[in-house]
Structure formats: C-alpha cells, structure tokens
C-alpha cells in the first residue's frame, strides 16, 4: 500500500444486493413508489412482468364494512404496472398490494408500521393535522424501551418511555401521562403507528402542550414485551392476548407509576398525572382511574371498549358505581371521552356517557367522524393532550 | 348500562382485518411460516392459489456471487406453496419469496430487517452463538433514541446509545463502545442487524464483557437521521450517501465524545474508550483513531474498506503514516483488524496489515469464514467486546 489516502467502496449483505438490482431498476431507470405529486395525487409503481393482476389497496379508498376499497393496478407493455389516485387529503395513509391473489407489500417502500400481525406500507401527504406526524425542524424529545421490574405481576417487563426535549439538559421535574394501546398492541404501538414522539414534538415546539413525560406500558398481562423483543422469541401475533383484561393488568398499574416515580425526575402528584387510552386502552383506563380514585387529575377514553360483561371475578370490576362516585367526589380536572360516529363502539360509549350524566358525573365529549382507526386516536391524542397540566 | 362488570372486545384497523381473515386463514387454520422444528428444519407456507411460481430466497443456501441461491416452492391443490429445508445451523437468517417474480416478504412473518432500502424476512435457529442473538431471561439493559447538536457539522442529529442493566439505579462512570456501521446503513444499523441489545446482554451477563455504554451515530454527514426519522421524510434509502468519506465525520467526530461525555456517567479517559466499525465504519474507526491518536485504547476494524483513493483534500487524510506513528508512539491497548477468508475487501486489508507489519505497529488479526455479510459482523462484536477495558 502506497503512501496514499486511504477511501471506501462498501457492498451491502448479498441478500440486499440482488434485490437492488432486480427490483430497484427498471429499463435502467430506479423505481420509486409510492410517487407523491406536488399536487398530493400519489403514483404507485411495481415491476412485475410475470404478474397476472395487481390490486393497490389503501385505507383512503371507501372500505365496505371491514372490507377495504381495492383498485386494479394497470400493467404497461413493459411489465411495469402503476396506478395514480386523485389528489389525497393531508394524512398519515396506509397501504398493501394484492400481488396474484397474495396481499404484500411495495418492493420499493421500505416504510412499513406492523398492526398486530400485518405489516402495512405507510405514506404521508403533508398539511394540516398530517404536519404533526412529520418529524420537523424543532427540538425532539428521546425514546427510550427499556425494562422494569413488576412485584404485582411478578415479571420483568419492557417499556417505551418518550422524555421531552430538555429533559436530560434541565433539572426540572415533569408531569406524566399514561398512553394505553388497544387489543392486539403493545409497548410499540403509539409510538409506531400513534407518531407519540412526532405529535408531541409538534405540539410542545408550538407551545400547545406542556413538556411532558409519556409512558406507554404493554398491557397485556401473558407479555413480557412486543413480539420480537421477549423471550417468547419471535411467533405469530395474535390479534387478542390471553389476560388483557381480567383485572390483573389494572391491579398492578402501580408497579409501572413507582417505576417511573423512581426513575425519572416527575411531578409525583394527582395534578400531574394524566392516564388514557384507545380501545381496550381506554376500557384500562376507565378501570384504573376509578380503581385508584384519587391518582389521576386527566382521564382520556379514545374509542373506549365499553362492553357489558359476564364472568369476570377480580376485585378491580367489582363496585364499578361506587369507585366511580368516589373519584367523582375527589375531583379531577378533566374526563375525556372521544369516539367516531361510525365506531362499532358508538353506542357502547354512549351509554356509558348516559350513565355517568345520571350519576352527575362531569365529563367532555368529543364526537368524530370515522370509526375504530389510528386516524381517530392520532386526533385524539391531538386534541387532548392541550388540554393537560394547565 | 346495568350495573354490571365492563368489559372489552376490541378490534383492529379495517386494513389489517381483511388480511387477517384472506391471509392468515387457509381452510380454517391459521398459516404459520416460518415453521422451525425441533430438529431445525424450517417449513415456509403461504396461500396463494393464482400465484404461478414462487421462489424461496435465504441466505443459507449456496450463493453464486452476488446473486443468492434460490428453490421454487411446491403447490398443493388448494394452492397452499410450501417448502422444507435440510437442518440449519443455529445463526439468525434472513429470506425473501419471489411471487411471480417479485421480490417480496412472507405475508405470514411480521418480523423484518431493513438493510438500506429492503425489508427482508429474518428467523432465529437457536443454539451456539445463536443464542446471543436472542432474547434471553437475563438483564436487559435500555435503548434510546435522541438527538445531539453537532457544532463541527452545525446540525442537530440523531443517534442511539445502548447503557447496559443497572445503569439507570447504579451511580458508577461506565466505559464507552463508539460502534460505527457500514455503507447504506444508519443509526439503526448495529441496533437492528447487528444484534447490539441482545449480544451486549448476553455477555454481560454471562460475565463476559465488562458493562458499557455502547453508542451508534450516524455515519453519513449528508443524513440528519436514518431514512423515515429525519426531517427528510420518507424517501428511497441510497446505497451510498454523499459526504459519508470526505473527511467531514471524521473531523466533527469529538462532537459525539463530548455529547456523550457531557450526558452520561462516562470515565472520559483514553483508557476507557473503544471505537469500532464494519464496512465504511471500520473505515471511519481506523482515521478517527489516527486523527485523535491519543484518545482510543481500543480499536476495531471490522472487515473494513480499506481502498486506495484519488482526491480527496480534507486534512483528515493527510499524512496518515505520521499519525499512525504517533497513535502507536502514544501506545494503545489493542488494535483488532477481522476480515473474512471471501470478503471481496479481503486482499486490501491484508495490503494494510503489512503496512502496519513494516511500521512495527501492534495489532490482532482474526480471519473468519465467509465475506462482506452481517453475520461475520456480529460474531466480530462478540469476540472484540469481550477484550475491551479489562
């Protein structure tokens, strides 16, 4: 080796490589998919000669019921098939091919969030409520998995932590809110497909929401941690775990609120805790703040999972009505309570709001368009977070 | 409502629904893939009855160059396509399908790697070194993301740091692993492919590896943050970025020591800094030591790209033997060079052992098996960590 400057050529794993170049060129030209215009229609691309049918389906099509809307993809004299939709409204979508019959994802978009056991293709038209769900150019807080001990649970468990910007510069102490994710989720799910750090970032940078710690626990009793990230190893997700709501989860919930009293500088007050959640993370939340009725001064039920029930026997679902009186009688600052018109749940939440207006029992409601889906929780998380800690 | 129990049954995004019920259902039975058997064959299924021809792609069967080996999988008449391997050795691998000729991922496997911009399917064969690349029952030490101002570079980037278990309740200083990756990867890299968390649990506890702070920048100067994360959006991953060797990381590269050293509990000492790297990061290990070549005890060049250059003017390149001199006039405690017997950079990093052989400069030299590919990158980390701040 001479006396020369010593420079790099690097090669990618031999798995990557081929894939580059069979997938990632066409007639010499790179394929980007999806395309966004700057007139928001988007341009979706796959280079598949031997393909019979392609179908795009994405969640801005009109879906029939659980069934998506779905569009036949248009194949060229090239074996480059493509399909263009109108403009798009600003918002964080989702989307999948049906390649011959077996739904897949974009060769060409790395982008993908994982709902339960389906990785989905993401994309992002810009504007409006979307720009919160945009990483920009303002200070970003820290994400942090890490673990804790849970005595009520006797398991050690993994947990995602976002700390706000200036969090590890300052001395200051910070308030709390618990982020609870629905069936299905995990510690993962609000900071994948809930853009936590991104929503929160933007907010706190627009001076709308008070820095704040959030907390997001995984809520489902038989996990240790999200699939992947436990010592059950890698396995099919399933869509419900076993013992997500047979009390146990609630009655340990102090375990996760001392862990983080002990580990991060907080505000150790019901004044500053905040607990909510979507769903099945909103049926935990319902629980605990009226289980432990004089913690929580914020109560946030996102599309809650309000279902009469049968046969449970722990002693957090036992004297619904005179837990709940109780926390009303201790005060709080704000019970929120949103769902979507066209929620499976709507009519459960709404008589659940009929029963706490015959107890007398303060609360606000938000009433949205849609149904059970991540657009909704991202609004809610949105909108109710502004309203914390003031 | 009655005064009855409340309870919850919740589901899931419209888009993810339909696939649970088309995909993972076939007769009636749900579809597992990859399926590992005891004796450690692997069966692959997925349900694609107007599919024409599907071909299983690992990195496990025989590669030819860059192009990897491949088996077609077999229909059945109801258009499940299958295929068994021979037993695989324990190692985490990677696989792709091609459905008609496109590349794509397993339907039926959420778990995924992305190496710069492909997802690719991984499974875990357990047993020998394998089983560092697990989950295990063991402490598990904290991963975050944040974000760091870098003056020499006048931005605000991120980076993901690794502190071992106990870091958090404990007040010791710990010693830091500055990790750096490869062409095409990112702040994620080590993280996601390189198996940092787990391998660095693993031998802790087992009391191989002194606990440490292991932290992974972003190595390409042109990139705020991994693709997705930064104020770039998402957008197509290149396999090489710009400025990621013209000298500019290497220069503002105390930005990070002193991030790092201002922010944790470190002993900011020579002899309790390591910096290795793979690739374009082993690269960037060998300038950075010489550039500062009082500042690294411990050094790792993992396969690196060691190439003769042309022009590049940044003083960082300039007189590399005077400085090589004085890094070793300056002593350090170990200087690890490992390569693989096929690396396609195999013969340049013999051309540099014997330029350090003729300037009497110490070094280990360990020859692996194999070439350019992760798996010879985490087996290297397992065997270089256990030498470091003994």
Redesign the interface.
Known sequence: ????????????????????????LFGGT?I?SPEIHENHTVTFN????????IEL?G?WMP?E????GSVNMVKDDKGLWSHTTDVLAPELY???YL???????D??????S???????N???I?GGQADLY????V??G??????YGSPGLDM?R?ITIYTPPGY??DRSSYPVLYLLH???GDEEAWIELGRVSQIMDNLIAQGKVEPMIVVMPNGNVSQQ?A?????R??Y??Q??EQRT?DGSYEGAFMDIVNFVED?YRVKSKKSHRAVAGL??GG?HS??ISRYYPNTFDYVGLFS???????N?SSEV?QD??GTLLTQMENGYELYWIGIGKTD?LFNNVK??T??LDGMGMPYTYRESDG????KNWRVYLSEFTPLLFK
């Not at 060769?107 to 993908?112: H, I, S």
């Open positions: 080796m001479k006396k020369q400057l010593i420079i790099a050529l690097v090669f990618v794993s031999w798995l990557t490589f081929p894939s580059l170049a069979q997938q990632a790179e980007v796959v280079n598949a000669p031997e393909a019979e049918e389906s969640d879906a019921g659980w069934v998506p989702g989307y999948a390649i011959d019959g077996v739904r897949t994802n060769p060409n978009n790395v982008f993908v994982r709902d339960i056991s389906t990785n989905t993401i994309l992002l810009p945009k990483v920009n150019d200070p970003h820290s994400v942090t998995r890490r673990w050690t993994r590890e510069s629905g069936a299905g941690a699939p992947g990230e436990g010592i190893g890698y099919k997700p869509f419900m709501m580990s769903s099945m049926f319902l629980h809650a999972a309000i279902l009469p029930n049968q449970v679902y619904i009505d499976f008589l659940y009929e029963k149904g059970h889906i991540w």
